[in-house]
């Protein structure tokens, strides 16, 4: 068989992909078989070929489980890749609004930061490093407990404040030493008292807050100041800048007042004094937003970090982005029980459901496009909406609808098989140019190949839950054309069968092993009076949790309604 991908897949992944578009998720049942697999293919086709290229959704077929020999066979043949696997339909945190508040550098002022706050609206700001890295965040609060609650005169210092900072802050001009360095000892003092009596004040390192007279400027440079600071644009005299350059000070010039200078000096301090760095909460674009709420609600932040998978910032949520978040747009094919959906389901917003089943225990919030049809296989409905809408069905899309057919009939033996699904499934047939018998043939064969798999991958390769008021009912099914392989599966299946039950948490458990051929099915059953309800359901003998049933093939129209009788006439004798 060629490796090559058919133009209709890539089309059906290529369509849709333009900026902007929301995407709409098919899929089938977990467990899925090849009706799941196919049918969520060829309706995806079909959605987007209904709205045309230019449509407002993009639609993508998915799959809630693994797939079985027998699909593999089918996307094989006509060239299609698997759908795409989810496990979980909630809504991530990428589908919640994210303010791209952008990052800052460690070493701005804190001036800065609360300017930028005021224009952006913000009350956290992000602090990040090269490649975007995130490296703290700085608040509202901080900002405030930095102007409110340090009184220490040292804590610019101490800050280790960049020169450039000061100069900002203080609408300032360097006119001795160099603006690239930090102000990283001494403390802020301001020369108000005559020059003798601040000259015991001042110590070496220190930044003074002065006006224009000569006398206070030598004393500070005298004292082994770091910085003086000349307040209201005093002129600076040579003499003062030659003493300044020889005693390693630096002289600022400020066109404030002496006052406004140091008021604003604790302001140009870094944000990296303030901010948080230890103890992040932070969330990826791929958490789900059920998991983070939680998280959420036991922290006092506004403003939470969004990082991508690399640990680069992204952008930041709050709590009140919960609200607004848009829910996961989904169309369900070949099933409509919440146990037997995509975790999650009843958080999505659920758009149509296209099933053969019967009703089953999903609930939706709003009215949906729900189509259900008593015939053998959903690809047989999906089959008459492209007549009904007059959409051509390509030879590939017709290959997938009539292998589901064909696996979800038994190839025409099953009693939920219809006048319809024979008469869809032989059109297609000729439209995919496979012979039914000889495709159909293969097609299990692939699927029959049981030996080598795991005692878990069979039991679950096509496994569904049913919910009753009361109970929880899990039924398992695999086909075969070989008795001899059959056989051999059901003692592998025998002691698996109790495991399965305790895992799943189950009140009853049976497996079907169906023999297409014979259209004869073999049941084991595990479970509080599970022999007695299978007797009672099909009059059969059951030997050690095993009974043989003649006929029997179908775990739609002959199993669970046989099982859900027999516990109704349970229940009533009781």
């Given at each position: 068989m060629e490796e090559t991908i058919n133009p209709v897949y890539q089309e059906l992944t290529r369509t849709g992909h333009k900026a902007g578009k929301r995407t709409v998720c098919i899929t089938g049942h977990k467990n899925p078989d090849t009706d799941s697999i196919c049918s969520a293919l060829a309706y995806t086709y079909f959605k987007q070929q209904l709205q045309g290229p230019d449509g407002p959704k993009k639609y993508l077929a998915c799959r809630a489980g693994a797939v079985s020999g027998e699909t593999q066979y089918v996307l094989d043949y006509f060239h299609f890749q698997q759908p795409l696997y989810i496990d979980n339909i909630g809504t991530r945190v990428k589908d919640m609004e994210i303010h791209r508040t952008p990052g800052v550098n460690r070493k701005i002022s804190v001036k800065d930061a609360w300017n930028l706050m005021k224009t952006q609206n913000v009350v956290t700001l992000p602090v990040t490093g090269e490649k975007n890295r995130l490296e703290g965040v700085i608040t509202i609060n901080d900002i405030a407990k930095s102007y409110m609650d340090e009184n220490d005169a040292g804590i610019v210092a101490v800050a280790k404040t960049p020169y450039r900072n000061i100069l900002q802050t203080l609408e300032a001009e360097m006119v001795v030493g160099n603006p690239d360095t930090d102000f990283d000892s001494g403390k802020v003092i301001i020369a108000a008292a005559n020059p003798d009596v601040m000259e015991n004040y001042i110590?070496?390192?220190?930044?003074?807050?002065?006006?224009?007279?000569?006398?206070?400027?030598?004393?500070?440079?005298l004292a082994g100041a770091g910085c003086?600071?000349?307040?209201?644009?005093?002129?600076?005299?040579?003499?003062?800048?030659?003493?300044?350059?020889?005693?390693?000070?630096?002289?600022?010039?400020?066109?404030?007042?002496?006052?406004?200078?140091?008021?604003?000096?604790?302001?140009?301090?870094?944000?990296?004094?303030?901010?948080?760095?230890?103890?992040?909460?932070?969330?990826?674009?791929?958490?789900?937003t059920d998991q983070i709420r939680e998280i959420m609600s036991k922290k006092r932040y506004r403003d939470f970090p969004i990082l991508d998978k690399h640990g680069s910032y992204i952008g930041m949520i709050s709590r009140r982005n919960l609200l607004g978040v848009r829910k996961r747009e989904l169309i369900l094919v070949d099933h409509n029980e919440v146990s037997q959906a995509v975790d999650n389901v009843d958080n999505a917003e659920i758009l149509e459901i296209i099933d053969h089943h019967r009703l089953g225990t999903l609930q939706t919030m709003n009215p949906v496009f729900f189509r259900n049809q008593p015939v053998g296989c959903t690809a047989t409905i999906i089959y008459q909406m492209y007549h009904e809408y007059g959409i051509d069905i390509p030879k590939e899309i017709a290959g997938l609808l009539c292998s589901a057919i064909l696996s979800d009939t038994l190839v025409f033996r099953s009693p939920t098989c219809t006048a319809v699904d024979r008469a869809a499934a032989e059109e297609l047939a000729q439209t995919a140019g496979i012979q039914i018998e000889p495709f159909a043939k293969a097609m299990f064969a692939a699927g029959s190949d049981l030996r080598s798999k795991t005692d878990d991958e069979i039991f679950y390769t096509d496994f569904k839950t049913f919910d009753t008021e009361e109970i929880t009912i899990g039924i398992g099914q695999i086909t075969s054309m070989s008795e001899e392989e059959l056989h051999e599966i059901r003692e592998r299946m025998k002691p698996f069968i109790e495991k399965a039950y305790e895992e799943k948490g189950l009140d009853l458990a049976f497996f079907m092993l169906t023999d297409i051929i014979e259209e004869t099915t073999t049941m084991l059953c595990y479970g509080n009076k599970a022999e007695m309800i299978v007797k009672d359901a099909f009059d059969v003998p059951v030997e050690e949790n095993v009974a043989v049933m003649k006929g029997v093939v179908s775990r739609k129209k002959q199993v669970v309604p046989g099982i859900m009788a027999a516990l109704a006439r349970e229940a009533e004798e009781t």
């Open positions: 110590n070496e390192g220190d930044m003074v807050i002065l006006g224009n007279r000569y006398e206070s400027q030598l004393m500070a440079i003086i600071v000349v307040c209201l644009g005093a002129a600076v005299s040579r003499t003062i800048q030659h003493m300044a350059q020889e005693h390693g000070t630096a002289v600022i010039v400020s066109p404030l007042d002496t006052y406004t200078v140091a008021r604003l000096i604790n302001q140009a301090m870094p944000v990296d004094f303030f901010m948080k760095s230890d103890g992040l909460v932070t969330f990826r674009m791929s958490d789900y």
